[in-house]
């Protein structure tokens, strides 16, 4: 199931709806009670956050994150040492830009 599907349906139970036919719901209902209503939209901002964290990672590059081999820090060094730009070496190594200054920091061609 999607988070926007599962977000759609927490708060229309949430809001004391049924999300299958839209009807209300009862009072005595347990999606009526103060404390199933909170947790429900307790539940909708978890869905949210994770959501908006799923849509963040999806436009990162593909090796942010991970960690670098030896070989992978050599090139970044010799590619650096060539003059390449931050911009460049980014793409290249698939990792933020970000990422990229704080591995030529660690490796002292930046400084800090």
Known sequence: MEHSEALSIVRSLANGVDPGNGEAFAPESPYQR????????VAAEALEQA??????????PAKTGQP???????NLLASF?????????????????TGIRARLVKYGRLAG
């Open 81 to 97: 040492d060539a003059g390449r730009g931050l911009a460049d070496l980014a793409a290249e190594h698939q990792r933020t830009q």
């Open 34 to 41: 103060v404390e199933t209503v909170r947790a429900l939209f």
């Open 68 to 74: 670098w081999s030896e070989n992978e820090d050599r």
């Open 51 to 60: 959501g908006r964290a799923e849509r963040r990672r999806s436009e990162l």
